[in-house]
């Protein structure tokens, strides 16, 4: 029973931070292309980052290069998403996935799995 949970959203203000958690059950997630998504309302999922099983294998989408940083613990089988100078605009629902076919991509289609979503505002 493959199993994501997302964890660690809350209210912040501009130019704070959140430390995002994707927690994994069911599978060993060293093993697998991980994914963090976000959707606002009125808004198609968009891709945040994704780490691939190897190290090295990230991405960031352009408008949170240099203030997001995507990273894994084996051991705790947990990926994290840690936010800075976050903005207004970061606001949404943050989604964890795993990647089909384990390949470095941040496309929603590619992945097969995903946790239920954590709730990021940033607000003033």
């Known amino acids: 029973q493959v199993q994501l949970v997302e964890s660690g959203g809350g209210l912040v203000q501009p130019g704070g931070s959140l430390r995002l958690s994707c927690a994994a059950s069911?599978?060993?997630?060293?093993?697998?292309?991980i994914g963090w998504f976000r959707q606002a309302p009125g808004k198609e999922r968009e891709g945040v980052s994704c780490?691939?099983?190897?190290?090295?294998?990230?991405y960031y989408t352009d408008s949170v290069k240099g203030r997001f940083t995507i990273s894994r613990d084996n051991a705790k089988n947990t990926v994290y998403l840690q936010m800075n100078s976050l903005k207004p605009e970061d606001s949404a629902v943050y989604y964890c996935?795993?990647?089909?076919?384990?390949?470095?991509?941040?496309?929603?289609?590619?992945?097969?799995?995903w946790g239920q979503g954590t709730q990021v505002t940033v607000s003033s």
């Open positions: 996935a795993i990647a089909k076919y384990g390949v470095v991509t941040t496309t929603p289609d590619d992945f097969g799995s």
């Open positions: 069911g599978f060993t997630l060293r093993y697998r292309t």
């Open positions: 780490i691939g099983s190897s190290d090295g294998n990230t």
